[in-house]
């Protein structure tokens, strides 16, 4: 079955520190696959999304992602978090025989630490 | 402004009543969706569309209902409202390629007493 698990429920980093936030996915092809961001009471924002091409994705916030397929990854960093970076964020991946069915991860929880 | 609109932002129900969450998107989207977040497990599928006329369920369809007769309409009925509805709602859409993304609405934070 295609699915994308986030293995953190939870990270805590100090402001100014680099942030990796783990997702995993497994489909039978090359999904799409996104990072939204989602404050308290909130929306989800669109980060980035990987379709295909150049495996390093940048997004917006200063934030970016690797695809590796031998990983079966799709890792969201940021090289220096600022407080406002706190939040919760969702890995997704569309794709098999239906590339509109958008599958989320259970979701991480980023505080950060002054 | 172009997006993703959806009402009420907020509402209450009495177990056993029946509502309708309103979804409309005007970016001439043929793919539309309604996900349900409860914490600790993401954003779950109830009911997708890939365009008027067609429905589908996602991983928890189990009393809601839908329909789609316009392409920027997709409303999401509560047939008989239960304790374990209580949830925030998003409607989300995208073109059917998903090349540009989606867009969510801002969420119905629905709960069930």
């Known amino acids: 079955a295609q699915s994308v698990t986030q293995p953190d429920i939870h990270i805590t980093v100090s402001e100014g520190a680099s942030l990796e936030l783990r997702c995993n996915y497994s489909y039978g092809a090359t999904p799409y696959l996104f990072w939204y961001v989602q404050s308290p009471g909130q929306g989800l924002q669109l980060l980035l999304k990987y379709f295909s091409g150049d495996t390093l994705v940048q997004g917006i916030k200063g934030f970016e992602a690797e695809f590796k397929r031998s990983q079966s990854s799709f890792n969201l960093r940021k090289p220096s978090v600022h407080w406002s970076d706190a939040a919760e964020y969702f890995c997704a991946g569309s794709g098999g025989t239906s590339y509109g069915k958008l599958t989320f991860g259970q979701g991480t929880i980023l505080t950060v630490h002054p | 402004n172009a997006g993703v609109t959806q009402t009420p932002k907020f509402q209450v129900l009495k177990t056993g009543q029946s509502m309708t969450l309103q979804c409309a998107q005007d970016?001439?989207?043929?793919?539309m969706s309604w996900y349900r977040q409860d914490p600790g497990m993401g954003l779950r599928l109830i009911h997708y569309s890939v365009g008027a006329g067609i429905t589908d369920q996602g991983e928890v369809p189990n009393g809601y209902n839908v329909s789609r007769s316009t392409t920027e309409d997709f409303p999401l009925r509560l047939l008989s409202a239960a304790p374990s509805q209580t949830s925030v709602y998003f409607c989300?859409?995208?073109?059917?390629?998903?090349?540009?993304?989606?867009?969510f609405g801002s969420g119905t934070r629905l709960t069930v007493v």
């Open positions: 970016m001439n989207h043929e793919y």
């Open positions: 989300a859409s995208s073109r059917l390629t998903a090349d540009n993304g989606y867009t």
